[in-house]
């Protein structure tokens, strides 16, 4: 089952906290590089079962680029399409769901990186 709007602003709003929190305190940043499930669990934010999270650190000078899983199935051309212009693409199951918020993550975390490309 795919998120809502409703569940994809509150996960952006909490992700959000997670890196401003991340930002003002080396300590709780190392444990969230450490163990990120863990972190995000106990700062309320669901890990799907079964999923294994790794955390990075963008840098000024390496960044990097996350590839999200490829469809269990064919997408349709209008599908394609979506994804090309920035929305999401609805897949199946927990990997549709996760790939969404997959997303999410990669969007709020590149906020104070855009200006290293501008």
Known sequence: MNPDQNQLQEFTKQYGQVIAKAWADDDFKARLLADPASV???????????????????????????????????LSDEQLNQLAGGGTASSTGTAGTFGTLCGTIMTVGSVGTASSFG
């Not at 106990?42 to 999200?68: H, W």
């Open 40 to 74: 995000l669990k106990a700062e309320g934010i669901a890990v799907p079962d079964g999923v294994e999270l790794r955390a990075v650190e963008n840098t000024d000078s390496v960044m990097y680029l996350t590839l999200p899983p490829k469809p269990s199935e064919d």
